[in-house]
């Protein structure tokens, strides 16, 4: 039995001292809370840019902390792949909009299931949100 896309990875939301840690680059604090093995990949420069947006957000919302950014894990290695999520939560018309990218040494065929999984984030909030796919 072949698993389906959407069940080869998923997004693990990480909290505010996990983002605080990763946008020090302090990759030691931020694996502290996180069941999966983190990489040097988080805290490179682009990575960092992203987690100090996400700690401002987060910070002054809380509640978008199940919305934002996190880590995309092969469900199958444990591997994190990448980082995936919607960049806040539904606006009024209950539209959101994903970001994601994969690790340099990425793995091919990961850029629709990390979709999928991001696709799910509305079923797992009480607020209702659209999602497009291309």
Do not use: K
């Amino acid at each position: 039995m072949v698993d389906s896309p959407e069940q080869a990875v998923r997004i693990l939301q990480l909290d505010l001292a996990t983002l605080r840690a990763l946008a020090a680059g302090d990759l030691v604090e931020a694996q502290r809370d996180v069941p999966a093995r983190l990489t040097t990949y988080l805290v490179e420069p682009d990575s960092r840019h992203l987690w100090q947006m996400r700690v401002g957000q987060v910070a002054d919302d809380p509640d978008s902390g199940a919305w934002v950014t996190g880590v995309v894990v092969d469900v199958r290695t444990g591997r994190v792949v990448g980082r995936a999520g919607f960049h806040g939560p539904p606006d009024d018309a209950g539209m959101v909009e994903v970001g994601y990218s994969t690790r340099p040494s990425g793995v091919a065929g990961m850029r629709r299931p990390r979709c999928g999984g991001c696709s799910r984030g509305p079923q797992r909030n009480p607020t209702s949100a659209s999602c497009a796919r291309r």
